[in-house]
């Protein structure tokens, strides 16, 4: 069952059928939008896909409002703060089992084993444990993307009053004691909830993302004179500001500028980016955004770029993302742009890029302009270890499925 953090449990779905499981996938609305590579690997023709609706009020999405839709925005609000007496941002927090019963009805009609729900949204997971006092043979999978309670750059949880946040507190509690196993995208996360709810460490486990060898493709880059890309591709979080002002300091440093200039780097942006980005960035900023554009084309930058941009928000300065790995895979140096934190530290130990942290360094951009040039790297051997494949196998061995 899913939530926001799509594509990585539609990896792990084409991983799963691979190998020979079935598999039911029941999303909160598939993606309206053709290109999404979440549509490749699911698809919405398949009989295993059940798609429903929170019921979370569009409204509250949008991502420009009118004089209009600011009135009506409050009035929405204040409702949502009436009915819910938690994170009110959590777009999961006005489901109720009770007003899904299809959900009962497949878990026994097809017989599952195994039900895996991924956060965030967090809130559905709580109502979601209720469903082994119906299902007592059911084992239940929480599997985390992001932190819950302890979030400090998404989802609105910082900013929430400590009455909200107790009750959030509540319903994390209960997914973690209840649930037979959690899963997290890096042990960090899961010595949180050991050590808050005091959990044996057998019942949580690493679960990294993965990338997809089906989806790469050959490097097309081969003139040194060429303009040289360095490539961000994804989603840039609204968490991540301060970083990527970091990145635009460093840039805009006359000495970088000129040597970036010299050598015809540019920065280029595929995918979704907040609204400040467009006001932060100026006219010669060597930075250009091209939008959301499809897999197949995404993959083709990737194979013609110098170099790769992660930017972390304060508090994931850990994550090694799906496009993590798929930077490394096609040789790319790595630009990490966070606080300093396991994931820049990483790249430099195993001399795949640099972490970049506050404060221009202009030894530092030098050596992030030296690599850029320089051009592609060979993939180091243990990036086979986070293939698709490999990753699903991790799982398996998780469930005792394999």
């Not at 209720?130 to 819950?148: G, I, N």
Request: glycine fraction near 6%; hydrophobic fraction near 35%; proline fraction near 4%.
């Amino acid at each position: 069952m899913e939530g926001i953090g799509g594509r990585r449990w539609a990896k792990f779905y084409k991983g799963l059928k691979a190998l020979g499981h079935q598999v039911f996938v029941i999303h909160q609305k598939p993606p309206d939008d053709a290109r999404s590579p979440w549509l490749k690997d699911v698809g919405l023709d398949s009989s295993n896909f059940v798609s429903f609706d929170f019921g979370y009020p569009e409204l509250m999405n949008l991502a420009k409002y009118g004089f209009i839709d600011k009135v009506k925005y409050r009035l929405v609000l204040r409702s949502l703060k009436i009915k819910y007496a938690g994170n009110y941002y959590d777009r999961s927090c006005l489901f109720r089992l009770k007003d899904h019963p299809w959900i009962s009805d497949l878990i026994q009609n097809e017989k599952i084993d195994w039900l895996i729900a991924s956060g965030g949204p967090f809130s559905w997971m709580s109502e979601l444990a209720d469903l082994k006092m119906e299902h007592p043979a059911l084992k239940l999978l929480a599997d985390f993307r992001d932190p819950w309670v302890n979030n400090k750059s998404s989802f609105g949880y910082a900013d929430l009053p400590k009455e909200r946040i107790e009750h959030e507190r509540k319903l994390e509690r209960k997914v973690i004691e209840s649930y037979n196993l959690v899963s997290s995208v890096h042990r960090d996360m899961n010595d949180y909830f050991i050590q808050t709810y005091e959990q044996p460490s057998n019942k949580l486990f690493e679960l990294t993302n993965a990338w997809d060898r089906d989806e790469l493709v050959n490097s097309t880059f081969e003139n040194e004179n060429e303009e040289k890309s360095v490539v961000f591709s994804g989603t840039l979080y609204d968490g991540t500001e301060s970083s990527f002002l970091n990145f635009l300091n460093g840039i805009r440093s006359e000495e970088v500028y000129l040597k970036l200039k010299n050598e015809r780097i540019f920065f280029d942006f595929y995918g979704s980016v907040p609204s400040w980005f467009h006001k932060h960035v100026m006219p010669d900023d060597l930075v250009r955004f091209h939008g959301r554009v499809n897999l197949e084309e995404i993959n083709e930058k990737l194979a013609s770029a110098t170099g790769s941009m992660l930017f972390l928000t304060s508090d994931m300065t850990f994550s090694l993302s799906t496009k993590f790995f798929e930077y490394i895979k096609y040789g790319l140096p790595i630009l990490v742009f966070s606080n300093q934190g396991k994931t820049s530290r990483f790249v430099e130990e195993q001399s795949i890029g640099l972490g970049i942290s506050e404060g221009v360094d202009p030894a530092k951009w030098n050596e992030l302009i030296q690599m850029v040039t320089k051009g592609r790297m060979k993939p180091p051997e243990w990036i086979e270890e986070y293939e698709l494949k490999q990753r699903t196998k991790s799982l398996l061995k998780a469930l005792s499925l394999n």
